[in-house]
Nanobody, 122 residues
């Protein structure tokens, strides 16, 4: 599976953005999908996860209530709606396909998109 993330940009605090991640291949609906982010000088961290059926989602505490992950299997796309953005949300955001293990762990995901930069100014 190849992944292409898009939708990043420069916004002000409290603004909203929606990230998209388009996947190639016919098996997109078979994968759980995750969003991670990496701020400058920091390790990549978990943001959100959605199971292939869309029924189950998980969020990092730092984004819970502000971010929403969703997917459209007919379009082979997973989304991350980000509301009430804060400067500390500034990072490169990556989408990834889930492989096995802890959904909060980077190592549990085996295909990664190239990332899209989100910059939130105060």
């Amino acid at each position: 599976v190849q992944l292409q993330a898009s939708g990043g940009g420069l916004v002000q605090a409290w603004d909203s953005l929606r990230l998209s991640c388009a996947a190639s291949g016919r098996t997109f609906s078979s994968y759980g999908m995750g969003w991670f982010r990496q701020a400058p000088g920091k390790e990549r961290e978990f943001v959100a996860y959605i199971r292939r059926s869309s029924v189950i989602t998980y969020y990092a505490d730092s984004v819970k209530g502000r971010f929403t992950i969703s997917r459209d299997n007919a379009k082979n796309t997973v989304y991350l709606q980000m509301n009430s953005l804060k400067p500390e949300d500034t990072a490169v955001y990556y989408c990834a396909t889930y492989y096995s293990g802890d959904v909060y762990a980077v190592g549990s995901f085996n295909s990664w998109g190239q990332g899209t930069l989100v910059t939130v100014s105060s």
